[in-house]
Structure formats: structure tokens, C-alpha cells
């Protein structure tokens, strides 16, 4: 280690060693960005105005309690005002959930591979990370997850559909996962991707949350909504433990800009979830022509799918990135491809159809037979 990367102050040893969080490579010129999980979609005009009024009082601190958006979350979601929170991403809200719930000697309990911050969120707190791995098709081991459980466990974190390998969780597994696991254990149910999931075995976390008092969904506006620029999300469950977030929070983090352009996007929902399932539509496409190429595909409920390249990934990704494509990279596991453009699809097909001719046989990615 070079002077330049040795603290001349003293830091906790274990956040010096936790790889700051890092974006996808920006598209080439004239490429497609595939590595983000963006909508490919631009911001529809209307919401774009509601914006842009709120640039005139930039002077001003925002409203960051949010009291009309969480209202219109409430009527939406049929709870109380109390038991809606709003985040900048969904991101921050995981932070503040577990920050409010694990500390030094705690443990937090989530599938791995799964999101690629809860390491460092988990990290951040002084807590343990219980990282139990996928079952072979990508999906969480729910068993082996509560099997995991024990007297340090103060959080478990459930992503469906699971980033980056697309798998859902379905209701009927959820409930008996909720079953085993101890009533005061909080659970994340991280449903980022909510909205892109066609699969209706698929559980649905709010109806749930009146039969789990230690239950808390979150959701963002990132994704579906097309508002990954303004970082908004928001957390629904009972109230103290809400409360229990928001005095964790960083106040003010909640922007009127992201704040007035998530109620516009309410707004202009049925005009925004036509565009959902068109990327929806699209994400099923790919994956089945990926299928037919030969891959290995986990059943895809987000709006990208996973390759698993292992080995290969570090190869596979500069091929995506030579073509004009920048797909995320997780070496030695593999590579999960946003679903961008239509114009991206072909020329995406194009190269994987190379990759997973080149890979051995036998390898994980690729389908038997």
C-alpha cells in the first residue's frame, strides 16, 4: 500500500476495507448503458414541469417530511400517514433500518449474491454480515436463511425480485420463512423491482404487513417511476419501528424536487406502468432469445437478467463493453444487463451469442443439453 492509500488519520479498520460503493462504466459514445437498472424511458413532460417549478425556491429547505406525498401513499396503501416513511433511494432507507436495529455484536441476515450495498450498510453499523448463499437457480434459500437465525440476529433482509439474478420470492415461501422466524425479528422486504414482477406467485409485501407487526416493505420511484436521478424511495410497516428509521435518518435528505416529482409520477401512473410493461416485455424476450442461444437464465422478474460468466466474467464484460454496451460486472460471479433500448437487444444478442459459444462445456452458464 502506497502513502497515498494509508490513512494519515485513524479510521475504523473494517470501513477502511469495505470497497466504497461504485456506479456501472459510463455508455461509450453512441453505446447503451445496460449496467444500472435505469428505465430507459425519459422523464415524461409533466413531471418534468413539476420539477422545474420547485427550482425557484432553491433558497428554501425542503420539505422532507413529506406530509402530501406520504399522505397519498397512505390512501394508496390503505395504512396510516405514520406508517409511511420517505428515503433518497431505497438505499437509505435499508441504511436507516438498520442502523435504528443492529449495532456492535448484532448480526444481519441476507442471501448472497444479492444487493450489492447491504455488505458495507451492514458494515457502516458495526454489525455482522450473515450472508447465505443462493440456491443453485439464483433464488434465496428461505430455509437456510432462517436456519441462519439466531440470539445476535437483529435483522434479515428479503430481495425479491432479487438484484442482480432476477428471482422472485413467492408468497406461499415468504409466509412460511415469516412462520419460522421470530416474531421481534425485523424483516426487510426489498422490493425495489416491484413493479416489473408478471409472475403471480410473486409475494406481495403490504397486504401482508396488518399479520406481521415486524415487517417493513420498501419500495422506490427509481425504477418503474424513472426518477433514478432524484433518489426517492419510501418504507411502509408499523409506526415505531418507522420512527425508530427516522430517528436515524439525515435530516433534510429528502428533496421537494424528488418529493414533487414523485407525486407527479402518481399522477401520471397508468401513462408510466404502460412503459413498465413494455420493458417487462421486453426483458421476457431477451431472456428467451438468451435461452435459445444456449444460456443459462434465471427466471427473470426485474428489469434486467443474470448471466452467470464465473470465471469468464471479467472477459465477457470487456466484450459487452468493445460492442458499445457497459453491463455491471461481479467477478468471479457474473453479469447482470440492464434492460435498455430496444435498439441495445440485437446488438447485445449479438455478443452473447459469441460469449456463450466460447465458454467450456459443463460450465454453469450455460444450459445442459
Same mark, same amino acid.
Given at each position: 500500500?502506497?502513502?497515498?492509500?494509508?490513512?494519515?488519520?485513524?479510521?475504523?479498520?473494517?470501513?477502511?476495507?469495505?470497497?466504497?460503493?461504485?456506479? !456501472?462504466?459510463?455508455?461509450?459514445?453512441?453505446?447503451?448503458?445496460?449496467?444500472?437498472?435505469?428505465?430507459?424511458?425519459?422523464?415524461?413532460?409533466?413531471?418534468?414541469?413539476?420539477?422545474?417549478?420547485?427550482?425557484?425556491?432553491?433558497?428554501?429547505?425542503?420539505?422532507?417530511?413529506?406530509?402530501?406525498?406520504?399522505?397519498?401513499?397512505?390512501?394508496?396503501? !390503505?395504512?396510516?400517514?405514520?406508517?409511511?416513511?420517505?428515503?433518497?433511494?431505497?438505499?437509505?432507507?435499508?441504511?436507516?433500518?438498520?442502523?435504528?436495529?443492529?449495532?456492535?455484536?448484532?448480526?444481519?441476515?441476507?442471501?448472497?449474491? %444479492? @444487493?450489492?450495498?447491504?455488505?458495507?450498510?451492514?458494515?457502516?453499523?458495526?454489525?455482522? %454480515?450473515?450472508?447465505?448463499?443462493?440456491?443453485?437457480?439464483?433464488?434465496?434459500?428461505?430455509?437456510?436463511?432462517?436456519?441462519?437465525?439466531?440470539?445476535?440476529?437483529?435483522?434479515?433482509?428479503?430481495?425479491?425480485?432479487?438484484?442482480? +439474478?432476477?428471482?422472485?420470492?413467492?408468497?406461499?415461501?415468504?409466509?412460511?420463512?415469516?412462520?419460522?422466524?421470530?416474531?421481534?425479528?425485523?424483516?426487510?422486504?426489498?422490493?425495489?423491482?416491484?413493479?416489473?414482477?408478471?409472475?403471480?406467485?410473486?409475494?406481495? !409485501? *403490504?397486504?401482508?404487513?396488518?399479520?406481521?407487526?415486524?415487517?417493513?416493505?420498501?419500495?422506490?420511484? %427509481?425504477?418503474?417511476?424513472?426518477?433514478?436521478? /432524484?433518489? *426517492? #424511495?419510501?418504507?411502509?410497516?408499523?409506526?415505531?419501528?418507522?420512527?425508530?428509521?427516522? %430517528?436515524?435518518?439525515?435530516?433534510?435528505?429528502? +428533496?421537494?424536487?424528488?418529493?414533487?416529482?414523485?407525486?407527479?409520477?402518481?399522477?401520471?401512473?397508468?401513462?408510466?406502468?404502460?412503459?413498465?410493461?413494455?420493458?417487462?416485455?421486453?426483458?421476457?424476450? /431477451?431472456?428467451?432469445?438468451?435461452?435459445?442461444?444456449?444460456?443459462?437464465?434465471?427466471?427473470?422478474?426485474?428489469? @434486467?437478467?443474470?448471466?452467470?460468466?464465473?470465471?469468464?466474467?471479467?472477459?465477457?464484460?470487456?466484450? @459487452?463493453?468493445?460492442?458499445?454496451? +457497459?453491463? $455491471?460486472? @461481479?467477478?468471479?460471479?457474473?453479469?447482470? *444487463?440492464?434492460?435498455?433500448?430496444?435498439?441495445?437487444?440485437?446488438?447485445?444478442? $449479438?455478443?452473447? #451469442?459469441? *460469449?456463450?459459444?466460447?465458454?467450456?462445456?459443463?460450465?454453469?452458464?450455460?444450459?445442459? #443439453?
Amino acid at each position: 500500500m502506497s502513502s497515498d492509500d494509508t490513512p494519515g488519520v485513524r479510521l475504523r479498520p473494517e470501513i477502511v476495507a469495505v470497497p466504497p460503493y461504485k456506479q !456501472g462504466r459510463p455508455a461509450p459514445v453512441d453505446g447503451f448503458k445496460l449496467s444500472s437498472n435505469e428505465n430507459p424511458f425519459t422523464p415524461l413532460p409533466s413531471v418534468v414541469d413539476a420539477v422545474a417549478a420547485t427550482l425557484r425556491q432553491l433558497n428554501r429547505y425542503p420539505d422532507a417530511g413529506g406530509g402530501d406525498l406520504r399522505q397519498r401513499l397512505a390512501e394508496r396503501h !390503505g395504512v396510516g400517514v405514520g406508517q409511511v416513511h420517505l428515503g433518497s433511494g431505497s438505499v437509505a432507507l435499508l441504511s436507516q433500518f438498520i442502523s435504528a436495529a443492529a449495532g456492535v455484536g448484532d448480526e444481519v441476515v441476507y442471501s448472497w449474491r %444479492s @444487493f450489492e450495498a447491504y455488505p458495507g450498510l451492514v458494515t457502516v453499523t458495526g454489525a455482522t %454480515s450473515v450472508q447465505v448463499p443462493n440456491l443453485p437457480d439464483g433464488s434465496h434459500d428461505l430455509e437456510a436463511m432462517a436456519a441462519a437465525v439466531t440470539d445476535r440476529t437483529r435483522v434479515v433482509i428479503v430481495c425479491t425480485p432479487n438484484n442482480p +439474478t432476477g428471482t422472485i420470492v413467492t408468497a406461499a415461501d415468504f409466509e412460511v420463512f415469516m412462520a419460522r422466524v421470530p416474531s421481534d425479528l425485523l424483516v426487510l422486504l426489498d422490493e425495489a423491482y416491484f413493479e416489473f414482477v408478471t409472475d403471480d406467485a410473486a409475494v406481495d !409485501g *403490504i397486504p401482508l404487513l396488518s399479520r406481521y407487526p415486524n415487517l417493513v416493505v420498501l419500495r422506490t420511484f %427509481s425504477k418503474a417511476y424513472g426518477l433514478a436521478g /432524484l433518489r *426517492i #424511495g419510501y418504507a411502509i410497516g408499523p409506526q415505531a419501528v418507522l420512527d425508530a428509521a427516522r %430517528s436515524a435518518a439525515i435530516p433534510l435528505s429528502v +428533496t421537494d424536487a424528488s418529493r414533487v416529482a414523485a407525486l407527479a409520477s402518481i399522477d401520471a401512473e397508468d401513462e408510466l406502468l404502460e412503459r413498465v410493461a413494455r420493458v417487462a416485455m421486453r426483458r421476457d424476450r /431477451l431472456r428467451d432469445a438468451l435461452l435459445a442461444q444456449g444460456w443459462a437464465v434465471p427466471e427473470a422478474q426485474g428489469n @434486467f437478467v443474470w448471466l452467470a460468466t464465473g470465471a469468464e466474467t471479467v472477459q465477457a464484460n470487456d466484450a @459487452f463493453f468493445d460492442a458499445g454496451l +457497459t453491463v $455491471r460486472a @461481479f467477478p468471479p460471479e457474473g453479469i447482470r *444487463i440492464s434492460v435498455g433500448e430496444e435498439e441495445s437487444v440485437d446488438k447485445l444478442l $449479438r455478443v452473447s #451469442g459469441d *460469449i456463450v459459444q466460447n465458454l467450456p462445456n459443463g460450465h454453469p452458464a450455460k444450459r445442459l #443439453g
